[in-house]
C-alpha cells in the first residue's frame, strides 16, 4: 500500500525554525514527486511546490519562494519542509501528497496525499 | 500564474440531487485538471484526473468534463457521504493552482 505518513503537530513561537517531515513508503521514493500544500485555517488549499527525491529537483510557488525549504532524504524515503524563522501566518496545516503517476515530469496531479502537519505560531 | 475559479463557492443539495460544479482556468491547460474532494478533519482525495478520468474505487456517479479552460464535475445522485468540498487543481503549469473550493451542504 502507498502510504506517506507525516510528522506530529508542532507548536512554535515567531521566528523559530522548524522542519517537519513526509515518509513515504509502498512505492519507489525516488521516481515520484512530492509536493507540499498549505491549508490555512478555515481556508482553501495553496501549492507550495514539488520535489523531485531523485536528483532534488525543485518548483516552488512564487507565493512560497524564500519562505520555506524544500528537501528529501533519500536514504530514509523523506521529504522535509522546513521554515528559517516562523510567523504568525504561517499557522496552518500542511499536506504532503505525492504525485499519482510515475514520471520525472512535474506535471501531474496528487494522490495519495498525508494525513497532515498542523503548525502553530503563537507567541 | 494559472488562476483557477470555482463556482459555485458553496451550494445545499438533497440526497438524491444532481449537481455541477464548475473550474475556470485563466488561461488553457489542455485538461490538465485535477478533481478533490475534502472532508472536515481529513486530508483531500482524488476523484478525478485528466479532466474525465475517474480515480480507480471512486463511485461512478462523480464525473468530469470539459476543455481548453472550462471544466465540470457532476455527481449525477447526491448520496450523504458527498457533502464535503471540492477542489479543481491545475497542473498544467507550475505553480499548479488550486481552485478555491466549493463547499457542497445538505438542503
Redesign the interface.
Known amino acids: 500500500e502507498v502510504q506517506l505518513v507525516q510528522s506530529g503537530a508542532e507548536v512554535k513561537k515567531p521566528g523559530q525554525s522548524l522542519k517537519i517531515s513526509c515518509q513515504g513508503s509502498g512505492y519507489s521514493f525516488t521516481s515520484y514527486w512530492i509536493?507540499w500544500?498549505r491549508q490555512m485555517p478555515g481556508k482553501?488549499?495553496?501549492?507550495m511546490?514539488?520535489i523531485y527525491p531523485g536528483d532534488s529537483d525543485t518548483?516552488?510557488?512564487?507565493?512560497f519562494q524564500g519562505q520555506v525549504t524544500m528537501s528529501v532524504d533519500k536514504s530514509i524515503s523523506t521529504a522535509y519542509l522546513q521554515w528559517s524563522s516562523l510567523k504568525a501566518s504561517d499557522t496552518a496545516m500542511y499536506?504532503c501528497?505525492r504525485h499519482?503517476t510515475y514520471s520525472n515530469s512535474?506535471?501531474?496531479?496528487?494522490?495519495?496525499?498525508?494525513?497532515?502537519t498542523l503548525v502553530t505560531v503563537s507567541s | 500564474d494559472i488562476q483557477m475559479t470555482q463556482s459555485p463557492s458553496s451550494l445545499s443539495a438533497s440526497v438524491g440531487d444532481r449537481v455541477t460544479i464548475t473550474c475556470r482556468a485563466s488561461q488553457g491547460i489542455s485538461n490538465s485538471l485535477a478533481w478533490y474532494q475534502q472532508k472536515p478533519g481529513k486530508a483531500p482525495n482524488l476523484l478525478l484526473y485528466a479532466a474525465s478520468r475517474l480515480k480507480s474505487g471512486v463511485p461512478s456517479r462523480f464525473s468530469g468534463s470539459g476543455s481548453g479552460t472550462d471544466y465540470t464535475l457532476t455527481i449525477s445522485s447526491l448520496q450523504p457521504e458527498d457533502f464535503a468540498t471540492y477542489y479543481c487543481q491545475q497542473y498544467y503549469s507550475t505553480p499548479h493552482t488550486f481552485g478555491q473550493g466549493t463547499k457542497l451542504e445538505i438542503k
Open positions: 509536493g500544500v482553501g488549499l495553496e501549492w511546490g514539488i518548483r516552488y510557488s512564487p507565493s499536506y501528497a499519482g512535474p506535471t501531474n496531479w496528487f494522490d495519495p496525499w498525508g494525513q497532515g
